[in-house]
Structure formats: C-alpha cells, structure tokens
C-alpha cells in the first residue's frame, strides 16, 4: 500500500522565531498521528535548526527542501546543492509551479534536478499542473510529467512523489474539483509505478480536505498557506489519517 503523506510547503515565509515556534507546534501536534507520513518543507536557511526539532524523532515526521541545483557543486553562487540538502533533509521539492514561472524552471531543468536528488539519495516531490482548464489538461500534465523524468530508470520510480498541482489552484481561493484531480492523476499512474505517491496539491485547508482524502487515487496533500497555522495544518494530518485507514 502507498504511504498516505502531507507536505508543508512554507515558501518564503516565517522568520527563525518563527519557524522554531510553528516546527515545534507542529511536531507536537502530529506525535500521536498513526498512518501518515507529514513532510516540512521550510526555507533553505532554517532547515537545520528545524532539523534539530524535529529529529528529535518522531519517525512519521520528514524535512525537505523547497530546491536544489542540478549541478553537485561548483561556482553557483546563491545555490544549494542535492548534496547539502541531503546532511540534514530526506526530501525536495522540485519543479514547484511558482518555480516554473518566475525562475524560468523548464522540465528539463526539473529532470536534471530530479536526477541529481536521486542520485544523492533525496526523495524528490515532483510537481506538475496545467496552467488553464481545457480538454488538453490531462495530456499536457503527462506530458510535464513525462519530460520531467526524462532519463530517470523505472526502478527508480518507487523513489519518488509526484504532486499534482493545477497552477489556477495554487495560491487561489479554491482547489481544483476532486473529481478532475482524480481523472488527472489517474492518467499521471500510467507513467508512475504502482507504488508511487501521487499527491494533490492547491488551496487546501481543513474544511476541504475530506473531498480529497475520499478519492482513492489521491494519497495525500502538498500544502502552502494553510501550513503555516499549526492548528489547521494538524487537523488536516489528522484528517488524512483518518480517512486513508478507511479508503
Ligand atoms: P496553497 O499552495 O496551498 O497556498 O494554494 C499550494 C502549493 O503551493 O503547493
């Protein structure tokens, strides 16, 4: 069975009070969270000091990275490498829509970063979402999806997470629809394998988490804004433990 998982993405948010304040809450409140795998993803320059709160362990509890460079070191000022990420995080965000568009990330950016991870032993979150509904929504995320694995090997797709994240969602007053998340990721499993995580993403919060949770195709949930208030990103682990026991 797929591991059910909620990822906080802070972006560029919190200062270091703040981000001990809301790691601490947030660790605290997921103690006693069974079946769900949560994953904070807190601006480069506090991983380590979150890293020391929360690997305090609670063995359900991960720490990634909202980036990485595709080189493994080297003169690129202002980057982190896969590697340095790696002495102090299990994961990374890659490819991350507000990436896509305003670093000019392209997918073959993304699958030279997804490689670079993988190679260092990070478990890329990969994301993926079309721009604007239409008839070619599903097809044009396959095709992202597709060209951002470029060259990665079938064995390792059990090493990876993909979360699907429809840009018109992201930052927006309303998710996607489930039912057209569902159909989307159904499509994106056809390139993945069967034990791959595939995860939504997209204004979600504690009251619309249920109709994502219910949707079998949907393993768990990549969470911006709502991530930052400890109470509601808990009730939204405790949500999604709750009802992938039962689907
Ligand atoms: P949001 O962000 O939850 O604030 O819409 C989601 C994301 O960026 O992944």
């Known amino acids: 069975m797929r591991r059910p998982l909620v990822v906080a993405n802070w972006k560029m948010n919190t200062n270091l009070s703040d981000a001990i304040v809301l790691a601490t809450a947030i660790r605290d409140g997921v103690e006693n969270i069974s079946g769900v795998e949560v994953v904070i993803c807190p601006p480069a320059i506090w991983l380590v000091e979150v890293s020391q709160i929360i690997h305090k362990e609670i063995g359900h509890l991960g ?24 002495d102090v995080a299990k994961y990374v965000i890659l490819g991350h829509s507000e990436r896509r568009k305003n670093f000019a990330e392209t997918n073959d950016i993304i699958a030279r970063k997804t490689a670079v ?6 478990i890329p979150i990969i994301c993926v979402g079309e721009e604007k509904k239409s008839q070619n929504s599903v097809s044009e995320v396959v095709t992202q999806l597709k060209e951002s694995l470029f060259g990665i090997n079938k064995n390792e797709l059990d090493q990876i997470i993909v ?23 159904d499509q994106l499993r056809e390139v993945l394998s069967i034990q791959t995580p595939i995860l939504y993403g997209g204004a979600i919060n504690a009251g ?32 999604v433990s709750e009802y992938k026991r039962m689907v």
């Open 208 to 239: 619309n988490i249920y109709s994502f949770v219910q949707r079998p195709e949907i393993d768990g949930v990549l969470v911006g804004r709502d991530s930052l208030n400890a109470p509601g990103f808990i009730k939204i682990c405790r949500i």
């Open 63 to 86: 720490l990634g990275a909202q980036n990485i460079h595709y080189m493994p070191d080297g003169s690129y000022t202002g980057e982190i490498s896969a590697g340095m990420v790696r």
């Open 163 to 185: 979360a699907y994240e429809p840009v018109r969602a992201v930052g927006a007053e309303e998710p996607a629809t489930p039912e057209h998340s569902a159909r989307v990721i």
């Open 117 to 122: 991870a993988l190679d260092t032993g990070l």
